[in-house]
């Protein structure tokens, strides 16, 4: 979204915290801060771990098929084209 929205981040942020104030007054303070912090820690750890393994997963597993995908697809069009 860029630097024009930002406000659009403080409007979600300020809504899960209320939505985590409501729901800790009904089920307990304790349980929903334990809750809570899971979700932080787990969102953080995916953001590290995912920015050191993004280039090993696309080299490893995607751009092989797309090559592979790709060559099949000229081929069938070479041979479409000249028709033998």
Do not use: H, P, Q
């Not at 809504?15 to 912090?37: D, Q, Y």
């Not at 995916?46 to 597993?61: E, M, N, Q």
């Not at 751009?63 to 697809?73: P, Q």
Request: hydrophobic share 55%; aromatic share 20%; with cysteine.
């Amino acid at each position: 979204m860029g630097e024009k929205f930002w406000w659009i981040y403080d409007i979600i942020s300020v809504v899960v915290i209320i939505f985590f104030v409501f729901s800790g007054a009904r089920k307990g303070f304790s349980k929903i801060l334990i809750t809570a912090l899971g979700c932080v820690a787990s969102i953080a750890a995916a953001l590290f771990i995912g920015s050191k393994t993004t280039d090993f997963i696309y080299d490893k597993f995607f751009i092989k098929n797309n090559v592979k995908l790709a060559e099949r697809f000229v081929l069938w069009c070479i041979f479409f084209l000249c028709g033998e």
